[in-house]
């Protein structure tokens, strides 16, 4: 486990696999990956994914409950460390 609870992914990226670090991380989707089938925005309990050609997340509304990486069908979404200082929205 890194600095803050975050656990680096591999090569120590930043990317995390599901945790219970709501705030200190963000959902990030790989536009390669995503095949834009809408199951992560009825997921998001906070309304921060929209679809366009595929997923796009709202880093500002997100607070990285992890919600769309458990439903994504092709592990498009991970979790990554939140940028310092940014204020989740309540």
Same mark, same amino acid.
């Given at each position: 486990m890194g600095a803050g609870g975050v656990t680096p992914?591999?090569?120590?990226?930043?990317q995390m696999p599901l945790t219970q670090t709501t705030g200190a991380a963000v959902a990030r989707v790989d536009a390669d990956q995503c095949v834009a089938c809408g199951q992560c /925005? *009825? @997921?998001?309990?906070?309304?921060?994914?929209q679809l366009a050609e595929?997923?796009?997340v709202n880093e500002d509304r997100c607070v990285g409950c992890s919600d769309c990486v458990e439903v994504c069908p /092709? *592990? @498009?979404i991970t979790l990554v460390k939140a940028p310092e200082g940014?204020?989740?929205n309540s």
């Open positions: 992914g591999p090569g120590g990226t930043g /925005v *009825e @997921a998001c309990p906070r309304g921060a994914i595929v997923a796009v /092709v *592990e @498009a940014r204020g989740v």
